[in-house]
Each structure stands twice: as C-alpha cells, then as structure tokens.
C-alpha cells in the first residue's frame, strides 16, 4: 500500500481527481519534445525532477512482472486497481515518447539546471529540453527496455482493456525492430554523451534478450524466443552482477527458463543466486543485508531477492527444499529493510524510519511557504512523509545516518522501489506459513489514506547492527512457542563449537542428532555471554532475543527429518572480547515426534579456539605445518560447488601462508573469502572458502 503511495508521489503533469498525495499538484506541464510533441505526464525519477526513460521503462517492467506473479499479493493487500493505475500512467508516458517509427524520447529536463534548483516540482521554471534517440543517434539499449516494459504491460492489461493492451504490444514490435537491427547496435549512452553522467549504460545486450524474451512471453511466437537465445550468446557476462535499471541478465536468465526449460539458463540463476546468499561473494552488513554497492545498497539487495523469489517459484514443483532455501533468504532481506535490523529503510513504516530522504518535494512546508536550499541544509525531518520510499541504505560496516544532504545513503529512487515492491507482492501471495516472515515492521500501512501519525523518532544516526538480525521473524511458525509438537520423543546431543574468532567477530556451530523422525520441525535456545550477540545465522533461523538468550527455530527446508539425521546450525556473531567458553546450549527440541521434550545440553569445555599469539614470531623460511588440513565440499548444484578449507596451525605463526588445491581436470576456484576478514587478513585460522565450478 505505502509503496504505491511513493509512487503517486513521484507523478508528474496533471495528476488524476482520486490522486492520493495532498502536497502534490500538477507539474511540468510545458514538456514537449523538439517538434511539440506532448511529453507532460510521466514520472520524476528520483528526488529530483528529470523525467528518464531508461530507468523509467526498466522499473515499470519489473512492476508489470510483479502483477503477473504477485497478484494474488497485491489483491490480499487490496491494491490491484491503484498498481494497474500506477503502471499506466506510466506506460501512457512511455507510449507519447515513441513519435515515430524510430523516434523514442529517453529524457525531459536538463540534469544540471535541476539539480541546480531545490525547491516543488510545481515551482519549476527553468527550461526542460527533451532528448531522443533516432536512426542517426541510436540507442539500442533504451528501444529494447521500452518494448520490453510495453510488452510486459500488455500481459497485465489484457483481460481489462483489450484495446489499450493490443496498442502497447504493436508498439512494442515497431520498438523491437527498431532495437534489433544489426546497422543500429549502439548504447545510447555514447550517441548522447551526457547520459552518462545520470544513467550510463554498461551494455546494451541483456536489454536485447530482455526485451526478445518479454515480446515471446506476450506473443507467444517462437521467433521471438529463437532472437532470444541466439541474442543471449552475444552477452559477455551470461550469469550477471547485480539485476537492476542496468542490468537484466539474471531476468533474461528467468524467462527463458520458463520459455524453453533449457537448465542451462536455470543453472546461471542458480549461480547468480549462490553468489548472493551466505557462503557466496557478496559480503553482509553486521545486520545482514547482502551489499554490493554504496549506491542504492537496499535496491540492490531487494531486487536480486525479486529475482530469487521469481526463481523459487519456477523451481517449487521439482526443487521444494531449494525453492524454500531462497524464499527464506529473500523474507531476510525484505525482513532487514523493513526493521528486523534494528530500524527500518522505508519512509512511514516501521522502527526509526527515514525521516530526512533526499527528496525536494517532500522537503518543502506546505505552499504557498516557500521552499530552497534552506531545506536542503535543515536538519529537521521533513516536513511531508513521503511514504514507503526505499531509501539507498548502510554501507558495508552497517553505518547508516539520517541525512537528506546524504543522497548516497538516503536518496530515493523509483527503480529502488520496484523490487522491492515486487517482493512484498510475491510473499503475501506465498501460502501463510511462508509469507508471515518477513519483516517486523511497525504501524499498519494505509488503506486509502496516508498515516497521520508516525512512530516516535530515536537516534537518526544509529548504525544498523544495533541489535540487528536479518532473519529474526523469518521461521517456521511450526515450531515455534513450543506448542507445535506431536507425539513423543526422546533425549539428544547437542555440541557448540567456535570455528573461527577475530578481535570483534566470531563464528559457531551447533551440532545435534534426531532422535527419532520429525515433521514440525525443532527449536533450541542458545545462552550467550553479556555483549556476545548472533549477527548472522544459516540452516536455522533467529526467532527471538531475550536478555541473553537467543532462540533459533528450523528453517522451512529442514523443517522435517529421520531417525538419527544430523543437523547443524552455523552462525556468525560479534563479541567485544569475552570468552566464548561459556555459551551454552539451553534445549534442544523436536516437534512432531512422540512425547516432545527439551533437554538442557551443556557447551564442551574444550571447544576449538584460534591459535592466537601474544609474541610476533619473525617471518622465516616457509616450512611445512604439522598442523591440519581438511577439504570439505559442502554442496554441489548443477555445474558448481562451495567448499570449505579449514586450517589448524600447529604452533604460532606471523609471516602468513599458503596452500595448494589439486583439483580434479576441468573443475578449479572462481572466487574465494577468508571468513571474517578482508583477504589479505591471515592472523587466524579461520576456515577460507571457495567457490568453484565442476
């Protein structure tokens, strides 16, 4: 609901009678294009005032495909009819930028000359220029998103308005062709330079096969989705770094699965995915945000968990247990933006929202007050909530401050939004066991009418991990409260041990047996030291924090199980110095057994520490440790592993190591973490991980 709020806001033109946003009037209406052409309409594409087609079109592609696999989301939200207009007023822009066969309009307004003013979008009056790519200055990229995001509406209009349904689809063949042809094959970005200084392009051959396989998914002709896979093969980068307004790889990747059933494309989804979940490359915020870039660290996160929830979904019939491992990993990621990090990233909602997001409009005190740079530099809240706004997020060490003036971690942005929007979709329309995860949030959202009141502001510039899990709600409801239990059970195991410590981190396994089959699932409570505390956690899930007891729950996947299965619960967690010698192991119990009961299991005195030297030994020759070595591979998942090498030292060491892998022919690493540590940090003997293909 919120998020279709945000989305109202950003509406440029002559806003609709039933327009929702009370501080928004109309705007901009003098847009036009070189030769007249009616360009008023659209949307604002962030906090300021340009109106740009190629993030535009990418966002509303994403919402498009959120309503076709969401909707039952959006319908239990009651926000079918407010997303559809959403979307329209958004396409009908698109539709006005085509004013020729290949004429597309891509820009309206001058980014310097806006950023230039601060101030209502209805107070503007510098000169808005319009810009376009033709036949003599193409842009590939930019043709291909817009017939993709056409193709894509069509799919949602169809059964509502045939006739506005068949318009965007003709459209988006014209658009299509126009993309395609071989003579034409240039980024738009380097036919008009200045672009790159807003949205540059990094390549313009994911928008083509993105763009192929929206027109075969809303034609059904099999010409589109031959253009497609034979157009994916011209893609330098086949698996992709991050889905967004830029990249569309990992999308592509998707729909061609579902249009041919080929695995080669499920298998470089499943590596996409791997590399951003725990144990891949993407590091983690303490709070547990999976980050790949300062810019927009919550889009990034919340669209690569739009893309795990759309493959999950694929995958649920044959691939249950790995259909659940990534709903439960993207619940973790829309749990941490909407507060279970400890404050929430979306403006309106939840604990220690965003108040200050670097947004001009909703900057400004009511009109006719006037609005400037004064704003910009106040460090009051502003004045106008813009609700479920998306802010950019914490950096890597999970700082994160509460400044509009801060438009790294606090700008807003209309892609930003659309993942996320789409995520919350896909889980609401997920059955109740799953989708009452995600999120502890805060005050309901509104229905029709923004919130009048807002939940108490405590310290804007508190770092994320202040307390902070990102899988905290995210567990079986099965499990928990220990009322779920069946018949019987019987006395268990349970070991704690430390795989690896630094001066601030650590990392801890526990280890237990089932006694018997189980069927809902299991629970146990670790007692921490005071100060110790779990960031991160994987095979079980983070339900409650209570003074200094930690309750884990299964996961959905391992949710059932055999007589005498081995189970295991890893974590990563943050001291300040105590020893890890106390941590205890409260109960260990099993639900849906005979006569459940939970048996307090103390931590093994003799749990494993680094070696950890109080005298620098000087470097010297190298020689071999008698100390240990052990492979292990964890997993394997089509034509890839992860594995583990976890090093004991023998004695003290100071002048670093090394160590050789012999790998099967053809199998070898592709990527590689020191838990813990930056790469180069080789004081411990943390366990160092590999990622690899086979």
Same mark, same amino acid.
């Given at each position: ?36 052409? %009616? ?426 991990? %202040? ?25 268990? %195991? ?87 010698? %106390? ?112």
């Amino acid at each position: 609901q919120m998020t279709s709020l945000y989305y109202e806001a950003q509406q440029s033109g002559v806003l609709p009678a039933d327009h929702r946003v009370p501080w928004r009037g109309d705007s901009a209406l003098g847009d036009r294009g070189s030769e007249g052409q %009616d360009l008023t309409g659209g949307v604002y594409d962030a906090g300021d005032h340009v109106k740009l087609g190629f993030p535009t079109a990418a966002y509303s592609t994403v919402i498009a495909w959120s309503l076709l696999e969401g909707g039952a989301g959006y319908a239990a939200a009651g926000e079918v009819a407010h997303a559809k207009r959403n979307l329209r007023w958004v396409v009908e822009w698109l539709l006005k930028c085509h004013t020729s066969d290949r004429e597309l309009y891509f820009q309206v307004g001058d980014a310097t000359a806006d950023h230039s003013f601060w101030g209502r979008s209805e107070d503007m009056t510098m000169a808005r220029p319009a810009y376009k790519v033709t036949e003599a200055m193409p842009g590939a990229d930019v043709v291909a998103e817009y017939a993709a995001a056409m193709a894509a509406a069509s799919l949602v209009f169809r059964d509502d308005d045939a006739e506005f349904a068949g318009r965007l689809l003709a459209h988006a063949r014209t658009l299509f062709d126009f993309a395609v042809d071989p003579a034409l094959r240039r980024k738009y970005s380097d036919s008009h330079s200045f672009a790159a200084s807003t949205y540059p392009s990094y390549d313009l051959h994911d928008e083509l096969v993105w763009a192929a396989a929206w027109m075969a998914k809303a034609t059904g002709e099999s010409s589109y989705r031959t253009q497609a896979e034979q157009l994916h093969g011209l893609m330098p980068d086949k698996r992709g770094w991050g889905f967004s307004w830029d990249e569309k790889i990992t999308g592509a990747n998707i729909l061609l699965f579902e249009l041919t059933s080929d695995s080669k494309y499920s298998a470089l989804v499943e590596s996409y995915l791997q590399m951003w979940m725990p144990g891949g490359s993407i590091p983690y915020t303490p709070g547990g945000l999976a980050w790949r870039l300062k810019w927009g660290s919550t889009r990034y996160a919340m669209n690569s968990a739009f893309m795990a929830l759309l493959f999950a979904k694929q995958i649920a019939g044959d691939q249950p247990a790995a259909a659940a491992e990534y709903v439960d990993w993207a619940s973790s990621q829309v749990g941490f933006v909407l507060g279970d990090s400890g404050r929430s990233y979306v403006v309106g909602f939840g604990e220690n929202p965003p108040r200050r997001p670097h947004h001009r409009g909703a900057s400004c005190p009511d009109a006719p007050a006037s609005c400037d740079w004064t704003q910009f530099n106040s460090p009051d809240p502003s004045p106008q909530v813009l609700y479920g706004a998306l802010v950019g997020g914490p950096a890597l060490d999970g700082k994160y401050v509460d400044d509009r003036k801060d438009y790294v971690a606090n700008e807003v942005a209309n892609d930003y939004n659309a993942g996320f929007t789409g995520c919350l979709a896909i889980l609401l329309s997920l059955d109740a066991e799953v989708s009452s995860g995600p999120g502890t949030g805060g005050a309901d959202p509104p229905v029709d009418d923004p919130p009048t009141e807002e939940a108490p502001e405590t310290d804007a510039g508190a770092p994320d991990d %202040d307390g902070g899990d990102a899988d905290a709600g995210d567990g079986n409801g099965s499990a928990s409260g220990g009322d779920g239990g069946g018949e019987g059970g019987a006395e268990v %195991d349970a070991t704690f041990t430390v795989t690896w410590r630094s001066e601030s981190g650590f990392g801890g396994e526990v280890k237990f047996a089932a006694p018997e089959a189980f069927s809902q699932g299991w629970t146990f409570t670790l007692n921490l030291p005071e100060g110790v505390e779990v960031a991160d956690s994987w095979n079980g899930v983070v339900s409650s924090r209570v003074g200094a007891s930690t309750t884990f729950v299964n996961a959905d996947y391992n949710a059932r199980g055999t007589a005498q299965e081995a189970l295991s619960v890893g974590f990563n967690g943050r001291h300040s110095g105590q020893s890890l010698d %106390d941590v205890v192991v409260a109960g260990v119990t099993f639900f849906g057994v005979n006569d459940a009961v939970s048996v307090p299991q103390e931590a093994p005195e003799d749990s494993p520490a680094p070696v950890e030297s109080s005298t620098p030994v000087e470097a010297s020759t190298p020689e071999q440790s008698d100390g240990s070595v052990v492979y292990t591979r964890i997993w394997g998942c089509g034509a890839a592993f992860f594995a583990e090498v976890r090093v004991t030292p023998a004695r003290d060491f100071a002048g670093g190591w090394e160590m050789q892998l012999a790998f099967p022919e053809g199998a070898g690493v592709q990527l590689e973490y020191h838990v813990g540590f930056a790469i180069d940090d080789v004081r411990s003997s943390a366990p160092r991980y590999v990622l690899g293909s086979e």
